[in-house]
Nanobody
Framework: QVQLVESGGGLVQAGGSLRLSCAAS????????MGWFRQAPGKEREFVAA????????YYADSVKGRFAISRDNAKNTVYLQMNSLKPEDTAAYYC?????????????????WGQGTQVTVSS
């Protein structure tokens, strides 16, 4: 099993920045892909970013490319999401997720474990 705990969400003005963290425990952190997803009220959960086991490959949704950066520190069992130039449409609950098969996919159905989410609200 894997336990995931997100932190770092909050209220920020448009154009501002936030850094989300996700601390993992349970399985060897460096053995699986990690992803970030988000879900706005009334919408489906959508892919934001993913990073492979060693951090060698990174993927982003088109909507966040150039503004967000995913990274991981395997020594600290933590994955990060640096969010810059935030827009009101980035407002959502943000979830980290573990893909134990390391398929490294944008599909939320392939992720095995999820955190409880952290709220990000961007005011205009």
């Amino acid at each position: 099993q894997v336990q995931l705990v997100e932190s770092g969400g909050g209220l920020v003005q448009a154009g501002g920045s936030l850094r989300l963290s996700c601390a993992a425990s349970g399985r060897t952190f460096s053995s699986y892909t990690m992803g970030w997803f988000r879900q706005a009220p009334g919408k489906e959960r959508e892919f934001v970013a993913a990073i492979t086991k060693s951090g060698g490959r990174i993927y982003y949704a088109d909507s966040v490319k150039g503004r967000f950066a995913i990274s991981r520190d395997n020594a600290k069992n933590t994955v990060y999401l640096q969010m810059n130039s935030l827009k009101p449409e980035d407002t959502a609950a943000y979830y980290c997720a573990a893909d134990l098969k390391s398929i490294t996919t944008i599909s939320r159905y392939e992720y095995d474990y999820w955190g409880q989410g952290t709220q990000v609200t961007v005011s205009s």
